[in-house]
T-cell receptor, first 114, second 112 residues
Framework: AQSVTQLGSHVSVSEGALVLLRCNYS??????LFWYVQYPNQGLQLLLK??????LVKGINGFEAEFKKSETSFHLTKPSAHMSDAAEYFC????????????FGKGTRLSVIA | KAGVTQTPRYLIKTRGQQVTLSCSPI?????VSWYQQTPGQGLQFLFE???????NKGNFPGRFSGRQFSNSRSEMNVSTLELGDSALYLC???????????FGEGSRLTVL
């Protein structure tokens, strides 16, 4: 069975500082991995995904994530935080068949301080 | 291309009532999934439909049910509502096997 652990339910950074949101996963088979963002009163929007191939994945809004199999991690980073990045971020995993439901982490709320 | 559309966006019900939520997927997507989101439990998978057949089901009581129509539109129903059913219900559509889900804005249910 797959599972996702997001370290830190709340992360606070200053505007312009590095954003690092941590995600560790458990999967018995090679996983598909995803990061989603949710703004208040909205649904989830896909930021980026890893399926196969290059382990450094670039997404929208300047975010990127690196798949590290040895560490079972898929941390999300952004070099310079912007006020508009304040939102809830979810990491998700699915077996590489892509045919079974995504399992989501509990989410990390990102606050950006001016 | 229109996104996933969920109706209604907000609704208030009382305990014991039932509710039906509707979801129209992105055109061409034949797979529809439903998730319940609450502050305490996070995002929990309810069920997935593909070509009018339930393909996967989460760990929810039988009060939660769903269906999919031939045009891929989906509905979910919750009967005998409980206070704990208050949540944001999210629908998502996808191409089978693609992995990523495309979410609607959700239906926020409040049970009084």
């Amino acid at each position: 069975a797959q599972s996702v652990t997001q370290l830190g339910s709340h992360v606070s950074v200053s505007e312009g500082a590095l954003v690092l949101l941590r995600c560790n996963y458990s999967s018995s088979v090679p996983p598909y991995l995803f990061w989603y963002v949710q703004y208040p009163n909205q649904g989830l929007q896909l930021l980026l995904k890893y399926t196969t191939g290059a382990t450094l994945v670039k997404g929208i809004n300047g975010f990127e994530a690196e798949f590290k199999k040895s560490e079972t991690s898929f941390h999300l980073t952004k070099p310079s935080a912007h006020m508009s990045d304040a939102a809830e971020y979810f990491c998700a995993v699915s077996p590489n068949s892509g045919n079974t439901p995504l399992v989501f982490g509990k989410g990390t709320r990102l606050s950006v301080i001016a | 291309k229109a996104g996933v559309t969920q109706t209604p966006r907000y609704l208030i019900k009382t305990r014991g009532q039932q509710v039906t939520l509707s979801c129209s997927p992105i055109s061409g997507h034949r797979s529809v999934s439903w998730y319940q989101q609450t502050p305490g439990q996070g995002l929990q998978f309810l069920f997935e439909y593909f070509s009018e057949t339930q393909r996967n089901k989460g760990n929810f009581p039988g009060r939660f049910s769903g269906r999919q129509f031939s045009n891929s539109r989906s509905e979910m129903n919750v009967s005998t509502l409980e206070l704990g059913d208050s949540a944001l219900y999210l629908c998502a559509s996808s191409f089978p096997g693609a992995g990523e889900l495309f979410f609607g804005e959700g239906s926020r249910l409040t049970v009084l």
